[in-house]
């Protein structure tokens, strides 16, 4: 995904059943007094978490969000953000991911739910 190269998401693992992926802190990811802004944080949890949707796809589907929430705890000023993708509903025409968001410590940051359409391929 060429937007989230650019932002710097990083992926560790990816299956079917969990999907984990980082982002660094970086000055220009932020808003004001050092705080990682939330767009970023964002970006974070829909790459790692649309990742997790395409691999439980039918054979030549495609997906895109339908939907997503993220409910924000903690802010990040340093280190890196990490995220871990489950899926919650894996159906024909909707596949529904959390994304757990992390600092360096394991402390809680905030959690993604999306929907991601289905789009074409078998769905049997």
Same mark, same amino acid.
């Given at each position: 995904?060429?937007?989230? /190269?650019?932002?710097? @998401?990083?992926?560790?693992?990816?299956? #079917?059943?969990?999907?984990?992926?980082? &982002?660094?802190?970086?000055?220009? &990811?932020?808003?004001?007094?050092?705080?990682?802004?939330?767009?970023?944080?964002?970006?974070?949890?829909? *790459? @790692?978490?649309?990742?997790?949707?395409?691999?439980?796809?039918?054979p030549? #589907? !495609? !997906? *895109?969000?339908?939907?997503?929430?993220?409910?924000?705890? %903690?802010a $990040? %000023? *340093?280190?890196?953000?990490?995220? @871990?993708a %489950?899926? &919650?509903?894996?159906?024909?025409?909707? @596949? $529904? $991911?959390?994304?757990? &968001?992390?600092?360096?410590?394991? /402390?809680?940051?905030?959690? !993604?739910v999306? *929907?991601q359409?289905?789009?074409?391929?078998?769905?049997?």
């Amino acid at each position: 995904m060429p937007f989230a /190269r650019t932002t710097g @998401v990083q992926l560790a693992e990816a299956d #079917a059943s969990l999907v984990r992926g980082s &982002l660094a802190w970086a000055p220009e &990811l932020c808003t004001a007094m050092g705080v990682l802004h939330g767009g970023a944080l964002m970006t974070l949890a829909d *790459s @790692v978490g649309a990742v997790c949707a395409f691999l439980n796809l039918p054979p030549g #589907a !495609t !997906t *895109s969000t339908v939907e997503s929430k993220t409910n924000f705890f %903690r802010a $990040v %000023r *340093s280190g890196t953000l990490h995220a @871990v993708a %489950r899926p &919650l509903h894996t159906g024909g025409s909707i @596949v $529904v $991911v959390q994304t757990e &968001l992390s600092d360096d410590d394991g /402390r809680a940051v905030g959690m !993604t739910v999306q *929907s991601q359409a289905v789009r074409g391929g078998d769905r049997g």
